[in-house]
């Protein structure tokens, strides 16, 4: 059973478009982070959500506490974006990481 | 500030044998996880010490243990290593706990053969 559930696995975009990342979970959390990890392995976090919306640049995420989901947007897309997205919930004194969506960008 | 590091960045041993991977912290951070990533499971959690203590442990064998010491610096040992131990390993460091921003390494990816 997967505590974090995120769509879609796979995502091919044309510059400039709007991307939407689904983070769904199936109980209550403390916190709701999204990571960015490109090639090679490095991860960066992107956001810490606990409720609403936080934007940084191109990049935002919200966050649906009673439906238990969580968005990431991206704006004005461009290949520099390409990098697969996690979204990980804090249940329990630990880390639930999502499968991560591998999102390509094309010029 | 340094960010996390860890070394060795790339290891291939052989079944059976152990291993040890190191983890150094942001500096002033006390908290380490230590993460395993592979192309079928995703990212899971391994452990997280704090102030030397462990606070929580995900659900793996006996044969991942951890610690740290009181610089903060971390380390985790694999012991009679499996093929399936095969992944890439990521610590991540932050300055309290509770599911609050944390910082990765860069990763040691591990091959067993």
């Known amino acids: 059973k997967n505590e974090v559930e995120q769509s879609p696995q796979n995502l091919t975009a044309q510059e400039g478009e709007f991307i939407t990342i689904n983070c769904s979970y199936s109980v209550g959390i403390s916190a709701l982070h999204w990571l960015q990890q490109h090639p090679g392995g490095g991860i960066v976090s992107l956001f810490m959500?606990?409720?609403g919306k936080k934007k940084h640049g191109r990049l935002i995420a919200t966050i649906n506490i009673q439906e238990k989901h969580s968005s990431l947007h991206i704006t004005a897309s461009h290949p520099r974006d390409s990098a697969v997205y996690i979204c990980a919930a804090y249940l329990g004194n630990q880390f639930y990481f999502g499968t991560g969506t591998s999102l390509t960008v094309i010029p | 500030k340094a960010g996390v590091t860890q070394t060795p960045r790339y290891l291939i041993k052989t079944r059976g044998q152990q291993v040890t991977l190191s983890c150094s912290p942001i500096s002033g951070h006390r908290s380490v996880s230590w993460y395993q990533q592979t192309p079928g499971q995703g990212l899971q959690f391994l452990f997280e010490?704090?102030?030397?203590?462990?606070?929580n442990k995900g659900n793996f064998p006996g044969r991942f243990s951890g610690r740290q010491f009181s610089n903060s610096r971390s380390e985790m040992n694999v012991s009679t290593l499996e093929l399936g131990d095969s992944a890439l390993y990521l610590c991540?460091?932050?300055?309290?706990?509770?599911?609050?921003?944390?910082?990765f390494g860069p990763g040691t990816r591990l091959t067993v053969t």
């Open positions: 959500l606990s409720s």
């Open positions: 010490y704090f102030s030397e203590t462990q606070r």
């Open positions: 991540a460091s932050s300055s309290g706990t509770g599911g609050i921003e944390q910082y």
